[in-house]
């Protein structure tokens, strides 16, 4: 039987990478295929964004990968200090061997290595992988211009607050957008506004920043609390509620957050221009000013 490699096949990067205590090329990294993150999904991840070598919000993620690990009944595997050490060795790297400086820390933990059986099995070693790549910013004629979105019936299962490797519905969600040309994929739950494919929403109606609750229904994004942290600063209106669906296609603008979005202004949505008036169809003042002090929080990293 030939096993050769089809010949476009992707090429894995040569990066350093961290795998159950031990560093060594990306490429040559391996895991068990009894390994329950692989046969389940049985595991979760985190995403981290590293500017010059500065790391984003990195207690806020770390206790999200608490919260999400506690769901699964997972044991974390490592300490604070172990996780920044390893995030820090892996952003050295990337950054002395390629010069990347703006940076996304991916780390993964999952239930370990069993035979195959749905039940939780006690006392297994999880099994802990993390590596680090490129973080590739949205482009200047992106915040500009705004970006479009689609709309779609959120399919998902009932448990987004846990930032699992189940990501099928993701992918499938994510598909919806790419298909029709567009960045992302907002969702509903019934009438109600959930979140996108990979990232937040949020929508200004009136000056005031609205977005979802945070409950079992959506993943809260690390941006959560920055952004009402910006608003506070700025006195701009904030709250987190039930969005219908008339209320964000009746919205004045439309945002997306995440790692690498950050905040990202929405300006079409099924093919019809946001807002109202001379700013239809462009970025607003909100986002203006949302934006500006997130690129305020990052710039104290350095400071």
Not at 149 to 162: L, M
Request: net charge negative.
């Amino acid at each position: 039987m030939n096993h050769t490699p089809a010949s476009d096949t992707p090429i894995l990067p040569d990066s350093l990478c961290y795998l159950n205590g031990v560093y060594g090329p990306l490429s040559n990294a391996q895991v068990s295929v009894l390994d329950r993150g692989f046969i389940f999904g049985d595991g979760v991840y985190e995403v981290l964004p590293a500017y010059d070598g500065h790391i984003f919000c990195f207690e806020h993620h770390l206790a999200r990968l608490d919260r999400s690990l506690a769901e699964l009944r997972i044991p974390n595997p490592l300490s604070r200090p172990e996780w920044l050490a390893v995030a820090r060795r892996l952003i050295q790297s990337l950054a002395e061997t390629t010069g990347v400086a703006n940076q996304l820390i991916y780390i993964q933990v999952t239930r370990g290595v069993a035979p195959r059986d749905h039940v939780m099995l006690p006392g297994l070693k999880p099994t802990v992988f993390v590596m680090c790549g490129e973080m590739k910013l949205a482009s200047a004629t992106q915040r500009a211009q705004g970006v479009a979105c689609v709309s779609a019936q959120d399919f998902r299962w009932e448990k987004a607050h846990i930032k699992s490797t189940s990501l099928l519905g993701a992918v499938f969600a994510r598909q919806i957008s790419a298909d029709a040309g567009a960045l992302e994929t907002v969702m509903f739950r019934g009438d109600f506004l959930s979140e996108a494919a990979a990232s937040n929403v949020w929508v200004v109606k009136h000056g005031v920043v609205m977005g979802p609750p945070k409950d079992n229904l959506v993943l809260e994004g690390i941006r959560f609390n920055l952004i009402e942290a910006i608003c506070r600063d700025q006195g701009i209106p904030f709250e987190l509620r039930r969005i219908t669906r008339a209320e964000v296609l009746d919205a004045d603008e439309l945002m997306l957050s995440s790692a690498t979005k950050e905040v990202l202004p929405v300006t079409l949505l099924d093919d019809n221009p946001v807002g109202h008036g001379a700013a239809r169809g462009l970025p607003g003042p909100v986002y203006e000013r949302l934006y500006a002090g997130y690129q305020a929080a990052k710039a104290q990293l350095a400071a």
